[in-house]
Structures are given as C-alpha cells and as structure tokens.
C-alpha cells in the first residue's frame, strides 16, 4: 500500500500530480491524502492519475509540519502503508524529514528515478554536479519527489473521496498574514523560464524580458546580483543560494553562467544562452546559443514566437 | 536565552566534484571545505544579531571529525560563544540528527538554528528531524526572525508566497537568505576564537535509515548548437520541432 501526501491548498498543482503517476508505478493501490478545503468534485480526478482513494482532512490547513506528521503518521498506520510519497517543495521538505523520524522509516529527499531492481533511487548532489544512488533500511520508506522529474500521466478514471478528521490534533503555529503574488506562474513549477543577468544593465529594460516570457507563457527568474541591487524581487533569484529549478527551457540572457547560478538551473532539460560574449562559460552548459546583444536580440525573439504562436492557432 | 546553531561543512562551490573507489566514496583530494553557506551566512549571523541586542548565548554545534575544527574556528571568529563537536562521521542526516537533538535534550535551548540545506547533499532533512526528535515546531526557510518576549515572529516562504507567523519557543528554524547579511571575521574575532572552549563530546548509538550506495556524475553536454543572432525564426524551429519544448 502506498501513501501520497499532497498539498491542495492552492488547487492540485503539477507537482501533486506527478507524485501521485510516481506512486502509481511503485505499486497498485495508491491512497492519496490532502488536507484543507479543495472540493470533493476537485479530487475526485486524482483517480485519473492512479489515485485508488482519496482521504481529505477538512480540519488541518497545513501550515505546522508538526500538526501535517501526526496526521499522515496516523493514517499510515491506519492503512498500513509501506511506502510515503511527498513532493519535494516546501511543504515535503518540511514534513517528510519529521515523519521519517516518527515512523522510523529511511527518507530518499528529492528523488528523480522511481527505484531499480535493487531499491536505489537517484538523487541530485552537490548541487546538480552528481547523481547519487540511496537506498533505505527501515521496512518503511519515505521518497520526496523532486518536482518535474516525471510527467504527469492519466491512466484511470475518477476514484471516491472520503473525509478523515480529528487525526492532526492543534497546530503550534499562527499564522499572522499570508502574501501571494496575484496571477504571475510560480518559479519552482514553471514549465518555461526566461532568466535575466546583470547584462541587461539595468531595472528598466525588464519590459523586454517580461515580454518574451508573457508571448511563451513563461515565468521570469534572474540571476543573485540582480536580486541584490535590488532590480528584480528576491524570490526570482535562482542558483546555489536561491530557488533550484529544473524546467523544460531555460532561456538565460545577459548570464555569465557562474557555477553557482549552474547549480540552480543544470537540471533544465534545455537550456538557450543569449549573451554578448561568445566565450561566456554558460555556453557550455547551453544547448542552444546566440551570440549577440539582447537589446536587438530579445525582440526579434519574442517576435518570432508570437508569429509561431498565431501559426499554431 | 540559548541558542544553537547547526553548522555543517560543505566544500568549496568551486570545486571538482569527482569519486573513488569504484563511484561509492566522495574523492576529498584537493577539496577545500568551508561553512555550508546558509548556515554561515543566515543561521549563525542572525544568532548573533540576537545576541548583540539582548542577552543570549551562542552555541554552534558540528557533527563531524577533527578536521572539522578548522571551520568551527572559523564560526567562533565570526562570534559564537562556544562550540561543540560530536565526535562522528555524520552517516546520514538521521544519524546526524539524533546527535544534534540528544545534545540539546541536556541543555534546553530555546532555539535551534539550522541551514535550509547542505549545499553537498542538498536534502534538507536535519532540521525537521531534530525537531521531530524533540518534539518541537519547526518553522523552515524562514527569511526573517525576531524575538518577541517567549514567541517568535517569523517570516517564511510558502508554495508561491511569503507568510508572517508566530510560535512559541523552544523551536526549530531553519534559515534561508534574507535572514542577515554575510559576515567577515575580525583579526580580534579570529584571536579571540583560539580560546574560546570547543568540547568535544563521544556520539550515542543510533541507526542509520538511508545509504548511498553509489554515484555518478551526468554526461557532459553536447556542444553548444549557435544560432544567428538575425535568425530567431529558426531558433523557434528548434525549440518546436528538436527540443520540443514549445
Ligand atoms: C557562495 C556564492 C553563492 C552564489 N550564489 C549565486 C546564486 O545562487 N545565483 C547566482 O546567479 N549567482 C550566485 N553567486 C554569484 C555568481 O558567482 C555570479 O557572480 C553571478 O551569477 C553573476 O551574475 P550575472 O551573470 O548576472 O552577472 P555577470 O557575471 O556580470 O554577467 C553578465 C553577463 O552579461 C553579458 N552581457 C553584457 N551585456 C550584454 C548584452 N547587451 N546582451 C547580452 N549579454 C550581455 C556579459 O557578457 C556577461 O556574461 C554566488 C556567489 C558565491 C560566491
Ligand atoms: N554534520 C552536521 N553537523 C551539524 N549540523 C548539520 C550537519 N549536517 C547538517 N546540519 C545542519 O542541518 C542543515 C540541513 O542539512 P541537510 O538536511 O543535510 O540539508 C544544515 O544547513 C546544517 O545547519
């Protein structure tokens, strides 16, 4: 039996998806518990990804990890659940850590392969620089899933919705105020992502950037010294210190490609380097390259997916 | 008030990762190691921020065997009060953990500081473990932290945004930028740490849960595909019908 634990706070993300095909090819009967208020006719569609049943705790809103653990702690036991599948965001990496030790069972953080014949699952290391292969003791396990590793597929139908409450007990932490931005697509999910350097010189040419993401429909992020100064906000800062990302494009402009920004951005699946200089160490780490100014580039660019995008139509 | 700050090592972001022994053991030839960034930078500079505007004692705490001293010294240069070290090749971040908690259990802390995740293992794992063991709330990548009488007052990220909230100590935070700005030890700081006291305490027996069993480092990419800077209808192409991207 296999427990997935989502997070539907803000609707079911990709993410939850993902980990709930990733539980559906460990094992046949996948049980998925999320919290909060998302409505029965919302999760009823987690069957369609695997989801065998669906628990629903209306009374934790999950934003105290201690309160999240003795809810899932006490369902795993519930229905005897071998294996524990988180996503690993915020939430996971919170979550999944206390529950490994209330259940004494091995924790695979940020997984990206489901387990080969001998049990080992991959995980990034040294910041994107190396795989390593870990395997877990305990008789249960625990795997938090790096978000887009695997894509989400459909392969049942609708599955019932049933409500478990009373099992989290109080939450130790108030929440005083919550900020979400309005409407933009959120960084560590974004599929797509057109990235900023300090090469664009300065806080006034982002509308180019903007642009180029708004005609792909991509999430904008920069590089640490743009955050720093205070040109961009800090939370589109990627790299070693900031948010790791591992979207399907990442299209870097005026980036020099510093290992540290790398680390945050090697597991992209395709990466596109505009910069003005040809020797600029992202080049080769890049899969596709121009070399030129993005003051002439970037419009051309947006230019031409917009026509691509109105071919399409 | 007492509080203790995880520090963990991490090598240098600039080196070359590679390994030995048939791809099961870190190749620690030529590395040079220091803080793990988050827990220099945030954790333990916000501990002393805490320190410098009231009254608290600052402990750092590391996992790791004698050649560990040195960014300990390091830690205490910058300004910690006292250091301990837990004789013990840190197995994996339950073995870890259990350490770092049985260490506190003795010295009521009512705060615990920790990194938002080793740059080497990348797991982010050792703060809500330590919590867990002790059974205390853990706030995690918190970007602000302010002492309110008994509580605290944080600021956290969350999926797609930022929350305010409050909890009573004793409590687990681990720290991510925002918290403080970077400090550079003083020549009277990196004297001063030559005495200052670092206890170094035998580890108690626990289990390991995970292993890594090998590793390997990604294929290097293929060469760089350039296209014309006046041609981005072809670059589209690609994206379109190679990379199948868009
Ligand atoms: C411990 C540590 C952690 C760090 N963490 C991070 C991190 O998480 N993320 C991060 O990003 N950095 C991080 N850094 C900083 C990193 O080392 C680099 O300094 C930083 O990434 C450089 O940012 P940049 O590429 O925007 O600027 P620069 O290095 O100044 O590069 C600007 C680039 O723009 C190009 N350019 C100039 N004009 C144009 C034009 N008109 N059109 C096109 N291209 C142009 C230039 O050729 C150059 O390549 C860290 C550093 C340290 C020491
Ligand atoms: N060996 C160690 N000794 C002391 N603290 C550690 C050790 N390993 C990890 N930590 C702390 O736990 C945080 C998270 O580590 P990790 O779970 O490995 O990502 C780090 O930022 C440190 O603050």
């Not at chain 1, 409500?163 to 989290?168: A, F, K, R, S």
């Not at chain 2, 339950?94 to 010295?107: P, R, S």
């Not at chain 2, 626990?206 to 060469?223: I, Q, W």
Request: glycine residues 8%; negative net charge; proline residues 4%.
């Amino acid at each position: 039996m296999i427990l997935v634990y989502v997070n539907s706070s803000n609707g079911l993300s990709k993410a939850a998806l993902e980990t709930v095909t990733y539980a559906k090819k460990l094992g046949n009967e996948v049980v998925v518990l999320t919290n909060g208020k998302a409505s029965s006719e919302s999760l009823i569609c987690l069957g369609e990804y695997g989801a065998t049943k669906v628990l629903v705790d209306r009374m934790v809103d999950g934003e105290d990890p201690q309160q999240l653990t003795r809810l899932i702690s006490a369902v795993v036991q519930n229905i005897g659940a071998k294996t524990v599948i988180f996503s690993h965001d915020l939430i996971g990496k919170a979550v999944a850590p206390r529950l490994s030790v209330r259940l004494q069972a091995g924790l695979i953080a940020g997984a990206i392969s489901i387990p080969d014949a001998d049990g080992a699952v991959k995980v990034n290391v040294f910041s994107g620089k190396a795989i390593g292969n870990v395997k877990v003791s305990s008789d249960i396990k625990i795997i938090s899933l790096l978000p887009n590793s695997i894509q989400p597929e459909k392969t049942g139908a609708n599955c019932p919705v049933e409500e478990t409450n009373g099992l989290g007990g109080a939450a130790a932490i108030k929440v005083i105020s919550t900020k979400k931005p309005e409407g933009e697509i959120l960084l560590p999910e974004a599929e797509l992502v057109v990235s900023a350097g300090r090469g664009l010189k300065g806080p006034e040419n982002w509308g180019m950037i903007e642009n180029l993401a708004k005609s792909l429909g991509a999430a904008t992020a920069c590089s640490r010294p743009v955050a720093d100064i205070g040109w961009r906000p800090h939370h589109e800062h990627v790299g070693q210190t900031g948010v790791a990302i591992r979207p399907n494009l990442y299209i870097a402009i005026g980036i020099s490609g510093a290992i540290q920004h790398l680390a945050g951005v090697n597991g992209s699946k395709v990466i596109v380097v505009v910069n003005t200089d040809a020797e600029a160490p992202f080049f080769k780490a890049a899969d596709y390259g121009v070399v030129g100014d993005a003051f002439d580039v970037i419009p051309k660019l947006t230019a031409a997916i917009n026509k691509f995008k109105e071919s399409q139509n | 008030m007492k509080i203790l700050v995880c520090i963990s090592k991490a090598p240098d972001t600039t080196s070359k990762i590679a390994f030995t022994e048939g791809n099961t053991k870190f190749d620690e030839n030529g590395i040079q190691y220091i803080i793990n960034p988050y827990d220099e930078w945030y954790a333990l500079v916000r501990a002393l921020e805490i320190k410098e505007a009231g009254n608290a004692d600052v402990t750092i705490i590391t996992v790791g065997s004698a050649a560990d001293e040195a960014i300990m010294r390091k830690a205490l240069a910058i300004g910690a009060d006292n250091a301990i070290r837990i004789d013990a090749d840190p197995k994996d971040a339950y073995f870890t953990a259990v350490q770092i908690a049985n260490y506190a259990k003795t010295n009521a802390f009512d705060l615990i500081l920790t990194g938002k995740e080793t740059i080497n293992y990348n797991g982010s794992q050792v703060a809500g473990m330590i919590a867990e063991i002790l059974d205390f709330p853990l706030i995690s990548q918190a970007s602000k932290l302010d002492i309110n009488g008994s509580s605290l007052s944080l600021e956290r990220e969350i999926i797609g945004g930022l929350q305010v909230v409050e909890v009573a100590m004793p409590a687990v935070v681990s720290c991510a930028k925002g918290m403080a700005e970077q400090r550079i030890p003083n020549m009277r700081g990196i004297m001063a740490a030559r005495t200052k006291p670092l206890t170094v305490l035998p580890p108690v027996t626990a289990d390991e849960l995970t292993s890594f069993v090998s590793y390997s480092v990604p294929n290097s990419k293929s060469a760089v595909k350039l296209i014309d800077p006046m041609n981005m209808d072809e670059l589209v192409e690609l994206l379109h019908n190679e990379a199948k991207v868009i």
